[in-house]
């Protein structure tokens, strides 16, 4: 400030009230004179007594880190603070300058304050930007084992897993930073063993550091374990640093703080001993309680240039209610003489310069890693010793919270099956197929997994899939990956009773992180049936009261493996009887759902017996009276005609198959054995089905039979199995088909249907069994033939004479 004015009174006067000076705290590019005092050590300050001037700087840092600590978002706010302590006296004309303002928004480095009254004190914000004194990182791995690379994911298992947590501090700045406390809220999953400097409370890590040099890291290493119940992301908790720093963030400081308060000065000026010579001396007197320093003082006679005084920062300060005196120094002058001065001084300045500041890292979350994994087979039996498909099927479902990344499968495929190859693999995720070098096949000798239920046909092999060889796989969560492929057992031996076909999938996120294994929820399982086709069946008439009456008795018994369905029992009366009453019985009384069906036809009248199911070990008994006249031939009339069924019923406790399914018609005569057909016709494919099951399909599906040969050319394509046998269904498919590609109402030429091809259809077996059951086309056999062998009822396959079981069909012989 500049100096008071040269009247030794005029300080003390004070100033009209319309011109007191109005309080205020502004950037100014006042020019004139500061004190230039310099800005002492607080201990020095304090060490004199009185009040002071007292200027603050005081930054407050509040910061968000990522986890290597590079600033994601910055607070720093400033507060410039000059105070007046005094309880008495006032201080004006204040001057704050400062250094290093260039990352903050003060607005200029020259603050001035008109006054202040005592016990006040002014205020003045800004913010900083771009500056940091302390940085906070944190190094997480949940797979610490693996060293290359740090890993955020973690499995569910039954067993902990672990974790590595490393918290480091380091100095930015230029100056001491102290008070330094790191403290990190674990998730309830973690545990860690706490090492020295920090410590564990209410699930708390507290890690008290203290001082820090400029440029000085330290860093705290734990080690622990994490447990995982549920597929929700962890969240890791976020690890807060705190620190006190005897210096601003944004380095600004004060270069110069002064203020002035009641003082002044004047020249004691007395004559001494010797005339015309004056003994002079400056004094400066302090009528406040401030302690004051003087930082310049000249003094010269008015006249001349010369300096009487020069004093430069004198050494004694001020103190409250004193004075300084100079020393005296004589001027030679015939009359008392007359001065001009300048006094620089000010109120002692305590200047201090602090920040504090608070980071917190940015919070990490930890993916659960988690699947479901199923595998099935199409069928869980096989029949044995004929050659089967089977497709294999593997889905793992992302149940977890983190994408899966890399996946490795180990899928055992039994002896019974062929080892099937790469190119018959399709892997699609969600939906869309991976390209191949995505993915890596290999086939092993040996089962891997299963050590239990292994088959005997083979040792069998193990199939190693990695997927995600080019890149990430990027499942993610609730998104599916289907692994599937086919499987060939060529020839199945009965001895598989149990086959387990067991895999493991390891998944993990990242490629050195964490590996989760899940296998699937149920194993697949298969087993070979080996079921055969045995069966009783006779009949007999037996002679009732009166001419021309007869009981008739049929006998059908299904001694097989598995159920038979829908029955057909044919007989044929011969034409000069009348069928009367009958019925079906079976070990548990009599059958209430079989239909009889009966019409007129060549040799007599032909009669089918419904049955829609035949339960292994079933029994039944056709019993009914027929009566009629004229000649009877014994040997037509206990002729038995034939059964014939559908397909076979798989009992309860065994699971559906794929393989083909074979249906067989059973006749008695010869000609019953003619219903399972292979067709003749050049034109038609090598292909075998049943007449009767071909007219009923067609005949429901409205195909014309004039179309026979046609639609049996056309069918050939339903083979699904390709086992070169039509069942129903597969009929039933083509009929389907037919009658779509038909829908135009197109019909095939007449002439395809040809009287001479109709001719060449064969006559149910039915009626051939009739025309073989009329005496004149039954051969003679010599005596010799019929005692060296004998024909089957059902199939009439020549047996040996002896023989108690058909060699063909099964059929067991009655005596």
Not at 465 to 481: F, H
Not at 774 to 780: G, N
Request: with cysteine.
């Amino acid at each position: 400030p500049p100096a008071p004015p040269a009247d030794p009174l005029g300080a003390l006067a004070p100033a009209p009230a319309e011109d007191a000076p109005v309080p205020g705290l502004e950037p100014a590019d006042l020019t004139g004179e500061q004190a230039g005092a310099t800005i002492r050590s607080i201990a020095e300050v304090e060490a004199v007594a009185g009040d002071k001037l007292e200027g603050t700087l005081h930054e407050v840092e509040t910061t968000t880190l990522n986890a290597d600590g590079a600033i994601i978002k910055q607070n720093v706010k400033g507060t410039l603070t000059v105070n007046n302590p005094s309880a008495d006296d006032r201080i004006y004309d204040i001057d704050v300058l400062l250094d290093n303002i260039e990352s903050t928004d003060i607005g200029g480095e020259h603050v001035s304050v008109d006054e202040l009254e005592p016990s006040k004190n002014h205020t003045m914000s800004y913010k900083v930007n771009g500056k940091q004194m302390m940085t906070l990182r944190e190094r997480l791995d949940t797979n610490p084992s693996r060293s290359q690379e740090r890993s955020l994911s973690v499995a569910i298992n039954e067993d902990p897993g672990a974790i590595a947590m490393e918290l480091e501090v380091e100095n930015l700045s230029t100056v001491e930073l102290h008070d330094v406390v790191v403290t990190r809220p674990l998730a309830e999953q973690m545990h860690f063993e706490m090492v020295g400097g920090a410590d564990l409370d209410d699930g708390v890590i507290t890690w008290t550091v203290g001082r820090l040099q400029p440029g000085e890291k330290q860093s705290l290493s734990l080690e622990g374990t994490i447990s995982v119940s549920s597929t929700k992301a962890i969240k890791a908790g976020k690890a807060t640093a705190t620190y006190n720093a005897d210096a601003t963030v944004s380095s600004m400081a004060f270069r110069e703080l002064d203020a002035f308060c009641r003082g002044f000065t004047y020249m004691r000026v007395r004559e001494d001993e010797r005339p015309d010579n004056w003994k002079c001396q400056a004094i400066f007197e302090n009528r406040s309680s401030f302690a004051v320093d003087l930082t310049k003082l000249q003094v010269r006679m008015k006249g001349s240039d010369d300096l009487l005084f020069d004093i430069h920062d004198v050494d004694q300060d001020v103190t409250p209610n004193g004075k300084w005196e100079s020393e005296e120094r004589v001027v030679m002058a015939q009359s008392e003489p007359d001065f001009t001065y300048e006094l620089v001084y000010t109120v002692l300045p305590r200047a201090v310069q602090t920040s504090e500041g608070s980071m917190t890292l940015e919070e990490k979350k930890l993916d659960v890693l988690e699947a479901d994994v199923e595998k099935s087979y199409s069928t869980g039996s096989l029949r044995s010793y004929r050659n089967q498909k089977v497709q294999a099927t593997m889905k793992l479902t992302n149940k977890g919270s983190a994408p899966i990344n890399l996946m490795r499968v180990t899928d055992d495929i039994p002896g019974l099956f062929e080892a099937p190859s790469a190119d018959q693999l399709t892997i699609k995720l969600d939906g869309k197929a991976l390209d191949d070098d995505q993915f890596k096949v290999e086939m092993v000798e040996g089962t891997t997994l299963e050590k239990e239920h292994r088959s005997p046909d083979g040792q069998g092999h193990t199939m190693t899939l990695t997927i995600g060889t080019r890149g990430p796989l990027g499942l993610k969560p609730k998104k599916s990956i289907e692994i599937s492929y086919p499987l060939v057992a060529p020839d199945p031996s009965p001895a598989n009773e149990r086959v387990d076909a067991p895999a493991r999938i390891e998944f993990s996120a990242e490629r050195f992180g964490p590996i989760c294994t899940r296998e699937p929820t149920a194993t697949p399982s298969v087993k070979v049936v080996h079921n055969r086709r045995n069966f009783s069946a006779g009949k007999q008439a037996i002679p009732l009261g009166g001419k021309g009456r007869y009981e008739v008795l049929i006998l059908f018994e299904n001694n097989g493996d598995t159920a038979l369905s829908d029955l057909y029992i044919n007989d044929v009366l011969p034409a000069q009887f009348e069928i009367k009453d009958w019925e079906m019985k079976n070990g548990d009384g009599k059958r209430d759902d079989v239909t009889m069906t009966s019409e007129d036809g060549e040799g007599g009248l032909h009669i089918v017996w419904h049955v829609p199911k035949v339960e292994k070990g079933e029994r039944l008994e056709v019993s009914f009276d027929i009566k009629g006249s004229g000649e009877v031939d014994a040997e037509a009339l206990n002729r038995f005609h034939g059964v014939h069924f559908g397909d076979e019923i798989e009992s309860e406790d065994l699971p559906a198959i794929e393989s083909e399914e074979e249906a067989t018609d059973a006749e008695a005569t010869e000609e019953a054995s003619s219903d399972d057909v292979e067709v003749k016709e050049e034109t038609a494919p090598a292909m075998k089905f049943r007449e009767d099951m071909l007219l009923r399909v067609m005949e429901a599906a409205g195909i014309d039979v004039a179309h026979r040969d046609e639609f049996v050319v056309f069918a050939a394509g339903y083979d699904h199995d390709d086992n070169g046998y039509l069942k129903k269904a597969e009929l039933e498919d083509a009929a389907k088909a037919w009658n779509e590609q038909h829908a135009d109402g197109e019909e095939a030429p007449a002439e395809e249907a040809s009287a001479e091809e109709a001719s060449a259809e064969e006559a149910p077996a039915e009626e051939s069994a009739e025309e073989a059951s009329e005496p004149e086309a039954a051969p003679e056999e010599s005596a010799s033939d019929a005692a060296e062998e004998k024909a089957c009822m059902i199939c009439n396959t020549m047996n040996a004479a002896d023989a108690s079981v058909c060699s063909a069909c099964g059929y067991t012989f009655t005596e």
